[in-house]
T-cell receptor, first 118, second 112 residues
Framework: EAGVAQSPRYKIIEKRQSVAFWCNPISGHATLYWYQQILGQGPKLLIQFQNNGVVDDSQLPKDRFSAERLKGVDSTLKIQPAKLEDSAVYLC????????????????FGPGTRLTVL | AQSVAQPEDQVNVAEGNPLTVKCTYSVSGNPYLFWYVQYPNRGLQFLLKYITGDNLVKGSYGFEAEFNKSQTSFHLKKPSALVSDSALYFCAVSDTGNQFYFGTGTSLTVIP
């Protein structure tokens, strides 16, 4: 079974530039997550999709971050414009959805994209 | 508000000895608890979870964890540590399954 794919693996940009990350979840996984992991910290959930709908984006800085999952499969996370504090690893994860609105299945993580903002 | 604490940034243990990585949580309802492991330059890997039922949960690679409701803890354990267990371990909690909160991680080093 193929895992969660992410690209690019590394990205270096200057502040105020834009950047986009791509994620392809495990086939059949309806739930997709984007996390931000700053060095020395645990992952912080940015946004969660169930198919192509947003379940939770309460911690997404919407003035500069956006994400979409148009066909309920692949997803793109964008930062525009980037700030120095956005330097982090961006993790994508997917999981099976559970009926009844309870999402307690384990998540499968991709390798992440390491973003450096100069 | 939900939160999870991993009080130890670093745990060192000799190979063959038992290991424990600590996790405490705070949720408003019933907790869903998870342990993940992260190897260098790789994504997080699921180890085990507690949803309901038996308080002792067994997971991958010989790891287990015990849910203790009165102490709001979910410590990760292994009877005999291997050098290959050296990695970063994260505890995560949710009370609805929608919003997951991860701890800051514990770096485990198993000394040969």
């Amino acid at each position: 079974e193929a895992g969660v794919a992410q690209s690019p693996r590394y990205k270096i940009i200057e502040k105020r530039q834009s950047v986009a990350f791509w994620c392809n979840p495990i086939s059949g996984h309806a739930t997709l997550y984007w996390y931000q992991q700053i060095l020395g910290q645990g992952p912080k959930l940015l946004i969660q999709f169930q198919n192509n709908g947003v379940v939770d984006d309460s911690q997404l800085p919407k003035d500069r971050f956006s994400a979409e999952r148009l066909k309920g499969v692949d997803s793109t996370l964008k930062i525009q414009p980037a700030k120095l504090e956005d330097s982090a690893v961006y993790l994508c994860a997917s999981s099976l959805a559970v009926s009844g609105g309870r999402f307690y299945n384990e998540q499968f993580f991709g390798p992440g994209t390491r973003l450096t903002v100069l | 508000a939900q939160s999870v604490a991993q009080p130890e940034d670093q745990v060192n243990v000799a190979e063959g000895n038992p290991l424990t990585v600590k996790c405490t949580y705070s949720v408003s309802g019933n907790p869903y608890l998870f342990w993940y492991v992260q190897y260098p330059n790789r994504g997080l890997q699921f180890l085990l979870k507690y949803i309901t039922g038996d308080n002792l949960v067994k997971g991958s690679y010989g790891f287990e964890a015990e849910f203790n409701k009165s102490q709001t803890s979910f410590h990760l354990k292994k009877p005999s540590a291997l050098v290959s267990d050296s990695a970063l371990y994260f505890c995560a909690v949710s009370d609805t399954g929608n919003q997951f909160y991860f701890g800051t991680g514990t770096s485990l080093t198993v000394i040969p």
